[in-house]
């Protein structure tokens, strides 16, 4: 990794044309895009080095399941054909280096600012610009204001009793160190079996003494199916970039895969066995972005390719009672993020591996020593939370944002985000979100790179027009923003509590399912995008 660039921390100029907080594929993007309009910009990122989440997710087993070829940049062509990724979901060490490298292809860095956390941003009303606070205390003004704070990146940690009290060695996934960690030898707790769990559950399981899986909902998985990209896919990947971007351009989630037109009831049992057999075989989401289009939609398609799962997780694990308990029943396959594993459920099978299900015997405490359910007390020298993330809305209402008015965008956003397009909020001018609330759910750094482009359309719009003021229509917002909740509404992930529905115990008043992601396909969000740019950003207020 390139060594971090802070030197340029006293020379934060008083004006830039636009501010930028976050340098994963949002803020990166938005540079780029930006930058190439001729503004003047400064990208603030909190962590040492660019990429993000993939930055700050550096824990065991952290890798993609997206293809890499379909995660990566694709605004140059060049660099799409120049980069070789070695595996077909890569894992975090060369994604890391993958941000550092383009990165550097592109000379951003001299525009970016590590180890820098922006903490307040507040608009000048009749200037028509923001002022960015930083917590050093230093301060800048911008006309443009950007924030690509990523949809899952603050961390969130149980609340559990004495949790402060733990002595032996804590981490969180998405904080994970930058020195190496040594399971061997040592019994490790994990707490939490999403995807972030998921991948590292896998790693601990190779050489802890004894790990301990603290599981609270049980999840549908499926396999990953990862392996190296040879020579010849490595030829055909880089000479296939016209048509990879088409295609991940126009599919439902800006994933490689798209879901069958057909409905599940078209065919016959066992040709209906065939297909899920072929889509869990195959690699990354085939079996969930690629299956049946009513399986999302209508409980007794659902219930078909759920009990397929089931009988998997049945098949997998050795014993009955701890597969039961790794068996999902209270929701259905695809309602919630399906992690996609590597011999997962086998960890099961290992004699130095047990699963706690926090369902049937809650935590009770945790001790200095270890932690306490109602069943008995597991002595831990290590605990990891992998415990998710104050999703999509978090990182930006982690940020003091004071628009028009003096309005917050924390009170704002109470009762749920109200975005346009996931890309604007009333009351907030100038300021623009890189995948926010209410943007097309799916691959994200699509979502950013997309959304980079229309931001830099409207400046360019702004630029030619001599505007410097310009902010959603209130009941364009609240449109669309009932648009997303129609979707939703017609949709099982309705009636399921995760982060796909807003809902966060952990966080105080985040128990009620909410609308933060636009589920009606990236199709129809582009639609509406580039209406917006063709037509002269007409749902808008400007001056
Ligand atoms: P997550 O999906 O929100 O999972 C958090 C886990 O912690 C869940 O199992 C949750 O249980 C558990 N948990 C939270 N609070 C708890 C508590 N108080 N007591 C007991 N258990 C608790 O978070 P994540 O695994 O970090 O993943 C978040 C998202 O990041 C993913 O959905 C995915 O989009 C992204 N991600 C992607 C990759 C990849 O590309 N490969 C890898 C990792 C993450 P409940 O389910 O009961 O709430």
């Known amino acids: 990794m390139a060594a971090p660039d802070t030197s340029s921390r006293a020379s934060v100029a008083d004006n830039y044309d636009a501010v930028i907080i976050g340098a994963g594929a949002g803020g990166i993007s938005a540079l780029i895009h930006l930058r190439n309009l001729g503004l003047t910009c400064r990208l603030f990122e909190a962590g040492e080095g660019p990429g993000g989440a993939w930055y700050w997710n550096r824990y065991p087993g952290a890798r993609f399941d997206s293809e890499s070829y379909s995660y990566g940049f694709f605004f140059s062509p060049d660099l799409f054909r120049e980069w070789n990724w070695s595996e077909h979901f890569s894992g975090q060490p060369e994604t890391e280096a993958y941000f550092n490298y383009v990165v550097d292809r592109f000379d951003l860095r001299k525009d970016m600012q590590f180890a820098t956390r922006v903490s307040a941003a507040r608009f000048i009303e009749g200037e028509n610009v923001w002022e960015v606070a930083l917590a050093d205390g230093t301060t800048c003004r911008a006309r443009w204001l950007i924030a690509a704070v990523g949809p899952l990146t603050t961390p969130q940690l149980p609340r559990i009793a004495g949790i402060e009290s733990y002595a032996g060695e804590a981490y969180h996934t998405a904080r994970w160190p930058h020195h190496p960690v040594d399971f061997a030898g040592k019994r490790v707790g994990v707490i939490g079996t999403g995807a972030s769990g998921v991948q590292v559950i896998q790693e601990v399981a190779k050489t802890a003494r004894h790990l301990t899986v603290f599981q609270r909902t049980a999840n549908y998985m499926a396999p990953l199916k990862n392996g190296p990209v040879t020579p010849e896919e490595q030829t055909g990947i880089q000479s296939r970039y016209d048509e990879l971007k088409a295609r991940v351009s126009s599919t439902y989630a800006w994933f490689l895969h798209s879901p069958d037109p057909r409905s599940i009831f078209d065919l016959s049992d066992d040709d209906r066995e065939r297909f899920f057999e072929e889509r869990y075989n195959a690699r990354g989401m085939a079996i969930w972005q690629g299956n049946f289009r009513d399986i999302l939609t209508d409980r007794a398609a659902n219930d078909l390719i759920s009990d397929f799962i089931r009988r998997k997780i049945r098949e997998r694990v050795k014993d009955p009672q701890t597969a039961e308990k790794l068996v999902p029943k209270d929701h259905g396959f695809g309602t919630r993020r399906v992690p996609h594993e590597t011999n997962y459920f086998e960890v099961y099978n290992q004699p130095n591996v047990t699963l706690v299900d926090l369902k049937a015997t809650p935590f009770e405490v945790i001790a200095p020593d270890g932690i306490r359910t109602s069943e008995g007390f597991h002595e831990l020298d290590m605990l990891i939370y992998a415990t998710g993330f104050d999703a999509v809305t978090g990182a930006f209402e982690a940020i003091d944002i004071v628009g028009v008015d003096g309005r917050e965008l924390r009170a704002e956003w109470r009762d749920g985000p109200v975005t346009y ?120 207020i400007k001056k």
């Open 421 to 540: 397009l996931g890309l604007m909020t009333p009351g907030f001018p100038n300021f623009f979100m890189s995948a926010g609330p209410l943007s097309a759910q799916g691959n994200i750094p699509r979502t950013c790179e997309y959304n980079a482009v229309w931001v830099a359309e409207l400046v360019r719009y702004m630029n030619e027009n001599g505007l410097t003021y310009i902010e959603p229509d209130p009941a364009a917002a609240e449109q669309w923003t009932a648009h997303a909740r129609d979707v939703q509404s017609a949709l099982l992930v309705d009636e399921v509590d995760s982060w796909f529905t807003g809902v966060n115990a952990n966080r105080e008043g985040r128990l009620e399912r909410r609308v933060v992601q636009y589920r009606g396909g990236a199709y129809i969000y582009r639609e509406r995008s580039e209406a917006a740019i063709a037509n002269g950003f007409p749902e808008f």
